[in-house]
């Protein structure tokens, strides 16, 4: 375990920033800490890090810091053109650059990212993705970050976090956001439990609730005409069907405001 977090509660006069919160990552793990503004993303990071004191609670981290080269990280971040400019002087994503070519001097195991993307373009974006990939991935460091951007947290982080007034709401493992945001197709029927009785038989996977039938089976999203004739034929016509999907933003906020 990387980062062990324990009960971690923030409390400023009447705001309660982060509410009991416990976390565990793994080695090589890429965690996203994901919420909307003032859910208490920065507070945890800056507690996990031991800039600010929890009101309650406990972190351990498990860390072995080793010196490296300056050259080496200035070149893997691709700052040599800034390499003799004053930090002061750099653009706002050569500065996050250079944040993580300091981060990265003491080749940690860990790294706790508040927003690392924030204020690059599209290109950077990608630089830090795939940065960040190959250290977890090749090096066996654990990061956990904190993002806005639903996209790049799917690509990037194998499990996510979501941060609610400063609860942790959910967790799970990023293909289980993107799986959300797959799309599926709808069936409403007047007799769910024959017009799934006869789909299964055909060979199709189907869930039902409430009343509709879903599936997610790629062969029924392209070809839902198939599947209202299987409905006709089995004497339980679809009185509707479409093809829906979530985009990430609205998984997001669906997790956000079930909880
Ligand atoms: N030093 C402080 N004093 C008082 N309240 C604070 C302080 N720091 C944070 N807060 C409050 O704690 C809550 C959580 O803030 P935090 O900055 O951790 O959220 P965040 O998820 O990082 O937000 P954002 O996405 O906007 O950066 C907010 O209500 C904020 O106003």
Redesign the pocket.
Known sequence: MTIDAVGLT?Q??D?L??DDLTLHTTRGEIYALL??????????IRMLLGLIRPTRGQVSLFEEPVEKAVSDVIARLGLQPHAHHRAQTLSLGNKQRLALAKALLHQPDLLLL??PANGLDPAGVAEIRSLLHDLAHHNGVTILL?S?ILTEVARLATRFGV?DH?RLVWEDATTELVAQARPRLRVTVHAPGHATAALRAAGHTVSAEDGELTLTEDRAIHHPDEIATQLVTAGCPPTRLAVEQDDLETCFLRLVSHT
């Open positions: 923030k400023y006069r705001i920033a982060v919420g909307l503004n003032g859910s208490g993303k920065t507070t945890t508040d927003e904190s806005h941060l400063g």
